[in-house]
């Protein structure tokens, strides 16, 4: 896997008072920590942080960080945005040991949608889970997870076992076998509305229906409006 490599500069202070100096001339604070070692304050060229920024991906991408000529392996583990105009303003690094081994998420893709019996007959693919957290070699990384629809009906969940994963991967839930995505029946829920929209039979018709009028009729009553009733009296 081929790493790729962004220069950065050594600051010597930290807080928030050197940070914003930083920021001033151009630069993007960070901090590189983890591996048992202490953490190093540094700061990055915008530009080029920016530019790795709209790759995608960026926190699980493995860097080679180039420290005034000292080369380094870390992850982004926290990509900190400015709440208005959305731009980084602060990175955090961690450190990849001797191990080179990381925690990482891994998007899921799902391919072969045409060729779900399910999803044809208007079944909805029900995403559980868009990443996949992993424990792997860093240099190992796979850019996604591909989950094969072909052949699924409705009711049918895709668990982490039909994932395969290379040698030196693991997931970082071990004990079940979790769900990543289901075929729900669209068209069985369109059903179960309609039923529950439906009047229960033997229930009581609105007031003023013809449905209540007849009723009234069966049980012997009148229907005439009062003013006819005392018409009929004034005649007498």
């Not at 001033?24 to 060229?45: F, S």
């Not at 860097?63 to 583990?77: A, C, L, Q, S, Y």
């Not at 996949?132 to 982490?160: A, M, N, Q």
């Not at 229930?203 to 009148?222: I, R």
Request: charged share 30%.
């Amino acid at each position: 896997m081929a790493q790729t490599e962004i220069k950065a500069t050594a600051r010597p202070r930290a807080g928030k008072g050197a940070a914003r100096q930083a920021r001033r001339e151009g630069k993007v604070p960070a901090v590189i920590y983890g591996d048992g070692q202490p953490p190093e304050t540094i700061a990055l060229d915008y530009k080029e942080l920016w530019q790795q920024v709209l790759k995608g991906h960026f926190t699980s991408t493995v860097f080679e960080i180039n420290v005034d000529g000292t080369k380094k392996h870390v992850i982004p583990r926290d990509l900190q945005l400015d709440p208005i105009k959305d731009k980084p303003i602060h990175v955090d690094f961690l450190r990849i040991g001797k191990q080179g081994l990381i925690r990482v998420e891994v998007p899921v893709r799902f391919v072969n949608e045409g060729q779900s019996p399910g999803l044809k007959r208007g079944g909805v693919l029900n995403i559980v889970r868009h990443e996949i957290e992993v424990t792997c070699p860093y240099d190992k990384i796979p850019p996604h997870f591909e989950v094969d629809l072909t052949g699924l009906e409705i009711g049918r969940s895709i668990h982490i076992s039909a994932v395969s994963l290379p040698d030196g991967m693991t997931p970082t839930i071990k004990d079940r076998d979790f769900t990543i995505a289901t075929i729900a029946g669209r068209v069985k829920q369109e059903e179960e509305d309609v039923a529950a929209a439906t009047p229960e039979e033997g229930a009581a018709a609105p007031a003023g229906s013809e449905e209540a009028g007849d009723d009234a009729k069966a049980a012997g009553g009148d229907t005439k409006p009062a003013d006819a009733k005392g018409g009929d009296e004034k005649k007498k």
